[in-house]
């Protein structure tokens, strides 16, 4: 991996322990790397989210819908 760890706890209830338990062991994987790639996912997520946000406010480059209208209409003329 390369990277530097850090440690955190973090409660669940004994059915998602168990769970979770369960899923590691059938993918062939540990617990702790099935919640780092959760992280890691809900992270990327949030990322794609602020970077959809700003594009929408970013109106350079963008026409009304009235003014597209206009340029079909005299396009097709």
Do not use: N, P
């Not at 322990?17 to 617990?31: G, N, V």
């Not at 992280?39 to 009304?64: M, Q, V």
């Amino acid at each position: 991996m390369g990277t530097t760890l850090k440690r955190t706890t973090i409660f669940l209830t004994e059915e998602q322990h168990e769970r979770l338990r369960r899923l590691a062991f059938e993918q062939r994987t540990s617990m702790a790397k099935l919640l780092r790639d959760a992280a890691l996912d809900i992270l990327e997520d949030e990322e794609d989210i602020r970077e959809g946000l700003k594009a929408l406010h970013d109106e350079k480059g963008t026409i009304t819908w009235k003014q597209y209208r206009k340029d079909r209409q005299e396009h097709h003329r």
